[in-house]
């Protein structure tokens, strides 16, 4: 018997007179008990996304910053903070590039404090940020920090480069003719517009106490796939996906139960877009997206085959960064003595990108942990209001640690999650795409071509040297061996199928 759990996501309809009023009050007496109980200690993950966009450029400490939480917040088996509740901020401090005389790095420092689930029905508590999703920033003790804009791809050529024996460096013919073939330089400026998904991490309590007038949802377990019928669809699930050289690649982790406009309707109405088919025009997108360390939106994806077929959908998710995306392929697939086909889906998160020589193409590496992209995934299509259900199956045929096409450690807990989709109804207001698209002016050429310059030499004096070369080196050296171990634990535990395919190429 395969072994399930089932997730309630979606509200049940309203029960009829008496049965619906004894509900009510017994799940608003349930949820008065829990916010009356002790608070929430330090820690709690928010899943949280902008309504209103935020930027080093225009912000100052003090103003306000508005979201919603994505994903119920969740303390024994109840929920203590729904979804869609807004969540509500302010900055507290901001360094602004400018010029870039004074600083060549921008900085955020966002602190949200107050839940507001209705009218006279808040939470207090104190949270910072612990991750933007898919951004090219990092985030250091709750801090935004931006991208240095010589810290790219051809800008750290061009201290490598600057290194040549000259007597002036600057009259070097190959770095002049370098420097005016990529003439990118990345926008150093933060900006986040509405629609930003954020990771915060509460650093103090979270008083439910102060929940005088909790609001209370009729939730009961809403129709999922029988245990019977789970136990058929594992049969002959597949459990893993190849690339066109027949190499074992990304792991089956989800199951679509749904029409194919299902499919598409709610991946679109959760922000998702489909990849762009590989072209000329498209390799040189890819290019300037890496030299820019900026975003590109639809990106050609690699074509996986499963059953000697290739996916029937690409859907991937991005911000402002070519390293970082969500991305998934989909299959029709119809399970043996079943008569309705089903969607099977190998999803994973990419973090870093380079431009492979062999195949004279761009490869990505991704995050190990592929559950936490399954509960990506799964997370955004809830909150667009197209989930019905979620059951969890757990496959033995799915190793727990293993490798992709392209050596990358997976590790997973083996369970794959069945998502029954039905016509998306967001209960929450969603962030219109011209609202998505928005930017804002980070200033005309001129000031822009001087800053380009400014910074060019900041970088130059400060970097480009033999001190700073032997440090750049011992880093790169350093995370190589950081690397090693977990690449040889995955080596030692790849299941002997892919490995006798591995071995085979």
Same mark, same amino acid.
């Given at each position: 018997?395969?072994?399930?759990?089932?997730?309630?996501?979606?509200?049940?309809?309203?029960?009829?007179?008496?049965?619906?009023?004894?509900?009510?009050?017994?799940?608003?007496?349930?949820?008065?008990?829990?916010?009356?109980?002790?608070?929430?200690?330090?820690?709690?993950?928010?899943?949280?996304?902008?309504?209103?966009?935020?930027?080093?450029?225009?912000?100052?400490?003090?103003?306000?910053?508005?979201?919603?939480?994505?994903?119920?917040?969740?303390?024994?088996?109840?929920v203590v903070l729904p979804m869609g509740t807004e969540i509500e901020g302010v900055v507290r401090s901001k360094r602004k590039v400018g010029w870039g005389i004074r600083h060549e790095t921008a900085a955020l420092e966002l602190e949200f404090h107050r839940a507001v689930v209705a009218p006279g029905a808040e939470a207090s508590f104190t949270?910072?940020?612990?991750?933007?999703?898919?951004?090219?920033?990092?985030?250091r003790k709750g801090v935004i920090e931006g991208i240095r804009s010589t810290d790219t791809f051809q800008g750290r050529i061009n201290s490598r480069l600057i290194h040549l024996p000259t007597w002036n460096p600057y009259s070097d013919t190959v770095l002049i003719a370098y420097k005016a073939v990529f003439p990118v330089f990345p926008e150093?400026?933060?900006?986040?517009?509405?629609?930003?998904?954020?990771?915060?991490?509460?650093?103090?309590?979270?008083?439910?106490?102060?929940?005088?007038?909790?609001?209370?949802?009729?939730?009961?377990?809403?129709?999922?796939?029988?245990?019977?019928?789970?136990?058929?669809?594992?049969?002959?699930?597949?459990?893993?996906?190849?690339?066109?050289?027949?190499?074992?690649?990304?792991?089956?982790?989800?199951?679509?139960?749904?029409?194919?406009?299902?499919v598409k309707s709610a991946f679109r109405k959760a922000g998702w877009r489909n990849a762009d088919t590989a072209s000329k025009k498209t390799w040189l997108k890819n290019l300037y997206a890496l030299l820019n360390n900026s975003g590109y939106p639809q990106q050609p994806m690699m074509t996986f085959l499963v059953d000697g077929k290739p996916?029937?959908?690409?859907?991937?998710?991005?911000?402002?960064?070519?390293? =970082?995306? /969500?991305?998934? %392929?989909?299959?029709?697939?119809?399970?043996?003595?079943? &008569?309705?086909?089903?969607?099977? +889906? @190998?999803?994973?998160?990419?973090?870093?990108?380079?431009?492979?020589?062999?195949?004279?193409?761009?490869?990505?590496?991704?995050?190990?942990?592929?559950?936490?992209?399954?509960?990506?995934?799964?997370?955004?299509?809830?909150?667009?209001?197209?989930?019905?259900?979620?059951?969890?199956?757990?496959?033995?045929?799915?190793?727990?640690?293993?490798?992709?096409?392209?050596?990358?450690?997976?590790?997973?807990?083996?369970?794959?999650?069945?998502?029954?989709?039905?016509?998306?109804?967001?209960?929450?207001?969603?962030?219109?795409?011209?609202?998505?698209?928005?930017?804002?002016?980070?200033?005309?050429?001129?000031?822009?071509?001087?800053?380009?310059?400014?910074?060019?030499? =900041?970088? /130059?004096?400060? %970097?480009?040297?033999?001190?700073?070369?032997?440090?750049? &080196?011992?880093?790169?050296?350093? +995370? @190589?061996?950081?690397?090693?171990?977990?690449?040889?634990?995955?080596?030692?535990?790849?299941?002997?199928?892919?490995?006798?395919?591995?071995?085979?190429?």
């Open positions: 018997m395969v072994k399930v759990r089932r997730s309630a996501i979606a509200p049940m309809r309203n029960l009829p007179g008496l049965h619906c009023r004894f509900a009510f009050v017994s799940l608003l007496c349930a949820a008065a008990q829990a916010f009356g109980s002790d608070p929430l200690p330090a820690g709690q993950p928010l899943w949280i996304r902008l309504t209103a966009p935020v930027s080093s450029y225009t912000a100052k400490p003090g103003d306000p910053i508005h979201a919603v939480l994505t994903q119920d917040l969740i303390s024994n088996h109840q949270a910072r940020v612990d991750e933007v999703s898919n951004a090219r920033e990092s985030v150093p400026e933060v900006h986040y517009a509405a629609g930003t998904d954020m990771r915060l991490r509460t650093t103090t309590e979270l008083s439910r106490a102060t929940l005088s007038s909790p609001v209370a949802e009729e939730r009961s377990s809403p129709q999922a796939p029988e245990p019977e019928q789970l136990d058929k669809l594992l049969e002959n699930l597949p459990s893993r996906v190849t690339n066109q050289k027949d190499v074992a690649a990304d792991l089956v982790n989800i199951v679509f139960l749904g029409s194919k406009d299902e996916q029937d959908m690409s859907w991937q998710k991005s911000l402002n960064s070519y390293n =970082r995306r /969500d991305h998934l %392929r989909i299959w029709q697939w119809k399970p043996e003595g079943t &008569g309705d086909p089903v969607w099977i +889906s @190998s999803s994973t998160r990419d973090t870093s990108a380079a431009l492979d020589i062999k195949t004279k193409g761009f490869v990505h590496h991704i995050e190990s942990n592929i559950d936490a992209e399954r509960s990506t995934v799964i997370r955004d299509l809830n909150f667009a209001g197209c989930v019905r259900s979620v059951s969890y199956i757990t496959n033995p045929q799915i190793p727990t640690t293993t490798r992709n096409a392209n050596g990358d450690p997976m590790r997973t807990d083996g369970s794959v999650a069945v998502v029954s989709l039905q016509d998306c109804h967001a209960t929450v207001r969603q962030p219109e795409p011209t609202e998505i698209a928005e930017s804002y002016r980070p200033g005309n050429h001129v000031f822009r071509f001087f800053r380009r310059q400014i910074l060019t030499f =900041r970088n /130059d004096i400060f %970097r480009a040297n033999i001190i700073y070369g032997a440090y750049d &080196g011992g880093r790169m050296l350093v +995370s @190589s061996l950081r690397r090693r171990p977990e690449m040889q634990q995955a080596e030692t535990n790849t299941d002997p199928e892919s490995a006798t395919k591995e071995q085979g190429h």
